[in-house]
């Protein structure tokens, strides 16, 4: 990366370069100031209560986390981009440090998509000094729990951080144990299918030791998500179960309702939000992806930015994408200024 | 197209954007702050409103982002009708009422205008006083203030440029000075931040395309249950609507005293500001030369706060409740509540949240008399 600050075309601005740049810019923009902060008031609610004791349902334990968990990421990509829009209006490219991590079908690909730059300094400065793989399985798998708790404290000093470490580092050693013994199976669409979703969840659950402020918080919010605070189901579906005999343990399966503690206004809207922000980022191709033709970020990994498969969705110079980019702009221009402190509202 | 097109297209279809953003906020204008009740088809104004309330016989419906409540409350100090007490603080205690089934504050004044805003401030406290005071013929001879935790400040909302005007002119009789006719730049600066505001545009859309009657009479209601909208009683109080009540009724096991709503407007460390207790000072002062005694109510916080001793909410509840009492000391005002609950008797469930206790709560708050 450094060569490039020798040459002279780089701190001279360039049409090509801006375009591309503000492009990338103006994604990361949105992701950061409408999705990742759109999302945030249903997450925050959900951990705080936690923090607080409250005996949080089933829906609104796993709502809070999946909530936190796009939040993060949108956040995170988001603020990854605009480094590398800013840098490439300059000319400069940048490490790729995203690259659609929801999309993981193991948590050792995760590792490769997640904040790959801080993945790659562990990896190089602290799991290869420790030995690596060089000196035996066990040692291995010893190295990565050491490498992946000091990923955890890098994070911050907190047991929170310990735990979050920990358990990625009992992840990858479940997930380099699998291979092991799967090694050479074909891959089906419905065993790809399970990979994710067992990739996501272990990922989400990850996410609440993260986000908790203490191991009590972490401990509330597990339990409500494990359905030890029981299930709680809509009060209407009630009469249903009751008609057609299915009846449940009293303390596992309540009709209170999902979300009876109202931590936040509407449920459906948190619900559509997390749905949305799911598609998003499982479905829809990421910055790098869209930009690939001019090459915005350096790759760690060769091919790690998969090629579209639809050409039409790639980013070109046309009316149409100056359009679309206009309307991100302006979104996220008007919602930088947050809540209107001039509107009406109760208290 | 060539890249200097693409960013041409970009940057002049932002600014197109923007400035219809701008104009729509402006011209529909849902607070009201740019322009006076111009978009208002029917040409209803605070005064119509007021003037109907007057008349009704269980006050009007408040069909949420409608009106500006300091519009209206400020013409209901301007309304020329005698009463005994003006009550000026935030939402805290928005429920005190001589009008509501529970009334409060009944060992103190016989009527009342509750002219309380929310996110009431300091600034809130002069302009409003000063509201009271051009009203000479029709002046209470009692003024309530709910002091809140964060009273003692300057600058903590914003809401109260609403009626800068008059927080200006207090001001300077305060301190005998010419009244300033400009407003700060701070002000104009946010309301210019404002055109751009995408909460501010989606509520202009929604009253661009209202059919909601901005006027409409309550019928006889049961207060502990509420209707589908907010209602202002008579006396300008505020009965919640049935689902904001019955939200808070079914969670009320889950107030925290830890939660971020609890410390709303308490910043660590800066509980209170010297000049602003030397002006809150002078203030009390000028209202008792104008003979108006002075009452100061403590609206009690939900016992989950107190479990937090180390916080700084708790802190700062300790402190200013103390402050409150030495300057009613100082100048023969009557405190009335505590903010603690227990010193009242409100129960855990007496609460909406962790800061807004219900009318049960709040008919309770005179147990709790100190008459300096």
Redesign the interface.
């Known amino acids: 990366m450094l060569p490039q600050f020798a040459k002279d075309v780089v701190y001279k601005l360039h049409s090509k370069h801006l375009a591309v740049g503000m492009t990338i810019f103006a994604l990361g923009l949105f992701k950061k100031v409408v999705l990742a902060d759109g999302i945030s008031v249903y997450a925050t609610p959900v951990f705080d209560a936690a923090e607080a004791g409250v005996l949080l349902t089933f829906f609104e334990a796993w709502s809070g986390a999946l909530a936190y968990t796009f939040q993060l990421y949108f956040d995170f990509s988001g603020y990854s981009d605009m480094a590398l829009g800013i840098a490439r209006m300059f000319g400069i490219r940048l490490p790729l440090n995203f690259n659609s991590p929801y999309k993981a079908t193991s948590i050792i690909d995760f590792w490769r998509r997640w904040h790959i730059t801080l993945s790659r300094f562990l990896r190089n400065y602290l799991y290869i000094p420790l030995g690596g793989s060089r000196k035996g399985k066990v040692r291995r798998h010893i190295n990565l729990m050491i490498t992946m708790i000091l990923g955890g404290l890098w994070h911050g000093a907190g047991w929170t951080f310990v735990l979050w470490g920990a358990l990625h580092g009992l992840y990858l050693m479940i997930n380099h144990g699998w291979r092991a013994v799967f090694i050479g199976r074909g891959k089906t669409k419905v065993g790809s299918f399970f990979a994710w979703a067992i990739t996501f969840l272990a990922v989400v659950v990850s996410w609440v030791p993260f986000r908790a402020e203490s191991i009590s918080g972490v401990s509330n919010l597990l339990k409500a998500m494990t359905g030890v605070n029981g299930i709680s189901l809509p009060i209407n579906l009630e009469n249903i179960f009751v008609n057609y005999g299915l009846l449940f343990p009293v303390n596992l399966i309540t009709f209170d309702g999902m979300f009876h503690n109202f931590l936040y206004g509407d449920n459906f809207v948190a619900i559509c939000w997390i749905f949305l922000l799911l598609l998003i980022a499982t479905f829809f191709p990421n910055t790098q992806q869209l930009m690939r033709n001019y090459k915005p970020a350096f790759e760690t990994y060769r091919g790690e930015v998969v090629k579209l498969d639809h050409k039409w969705a790639e980013w070109k110079q046309t009316m149409s994408w100056a359009l679309f980019i206009s309307i991100i702009v302006t979104v996220s221009i008007l919602s930088l200024s947050g809540e209107s402190e001039f509107l009406y509202f109760q208290f | 197209?060539?890249?200097?097109?693409?960013?041409k297209?970009?940057f002049l279809?932002?600014i197109f954007?923007?400035v219809v953003?701008a104009l729509i906020n402006y011209i529909v204008d849902?607070?009201n702050?740019y322009t006076k009740y111009s978009s208002n088809k029917n040409k209803l104004t605070p005064a119509v409103y007021i003037k109907k309330l007057l008349e009704s016989n269980y006050g009007l419906l408040m069909p949420?982002?409608?009106?500006?409540?300091r519009d209206l409350k400020k013409t209901l100090a301007e309304y020329p009708i005698n009463y005994d007490c003006a009550i000026i603080g935030?939402?805290r205690i928005q429920q005190i009422s001589s009008n509501r089934q529970n009334k409060s504050l009944v060992g103190t004044c016989s009527d009342m205008k509750n002219l309380s805003v929310?996110?009431a401030t300091l600034e809130d406290y002069l302009a409003m006083s000063n509201v009271i005071l051009k009203n000479t013929e029709f002046m209470p001879r009692t003024i309530v203030f709910g002091i809140d935790p964060w009273s003692f400040n300057f600058g903590r909302?914003?809401?109260w440029v609403r009626y800068e005007q008059d927080y200006l002119e207090m001001k300077s009789t305060l301190f005998k000075r010419h009244p300033s006719t400009h407003l700060n730049n701070n002000s104009n600066k946010?309301?210019l931040?404002?055109l751009?505001?995408?909460?501010?545009?989606k509520?202009s859309l929604s009253v661009l395309f209202k059919t909601d009657i901005l006027i409409v009479p309550a019928p006889e209601f049961n207060h502990s249950k509420g209707l589908d909208f907010?209602v202002m009683l008579k006396d300008g109080s505020r009965i919640f609507n049935g689902l904001?009540i019955n939200?808070t009724k079914?969670?009320i096991n889950?107030v925290?005293?830890?939660?971020?709503y609890s410390k709303?407007k308490i910043i660590a460390n800066s509980f209170s500001q010297d000049e602003a207790i030397k002006i809150f000072k002078k203030l009390v002062r000028h209202l008792k030369i104008s003979k108006i005694n002075i009452v100061f109510v403590l609206t009690p916080y939900h016992h989950?706060v107190w479990n937090y001793p180390s916080q700084s909410i708790v802190r700062s509840i300790e402190l200013i409740e103390k402050k409150v009492h030495e300057i009613a000391e100082q100048y023969k005002a009557r405190v009335i509540g505590s903010y603690n609950p227990i010193n009242i008797g409100c129960l855990e469930n007496e609460f909406y949240d962790s800061i807004?206790p219900m009318d049960t709560c709040l008919i309770k708050l005179e147990s709790n008399m100190t008459v300096h």
């Open positions: 197209m060539n890249s200097k097109s693409y960013l297209i970009i279809f932002v954007l923007l953003t849902p607070g702050i949420k982002n409608t009106w500006n409540e935030s939402s929310p996110g909302d914003k809401r946010d309301l931040i404002n751009f505001n995408f909460q501010y545009l509520r907010d904001y939200k079914n969670s889950t925290s005293g830890n939660d971020a709303y989950s807004h």
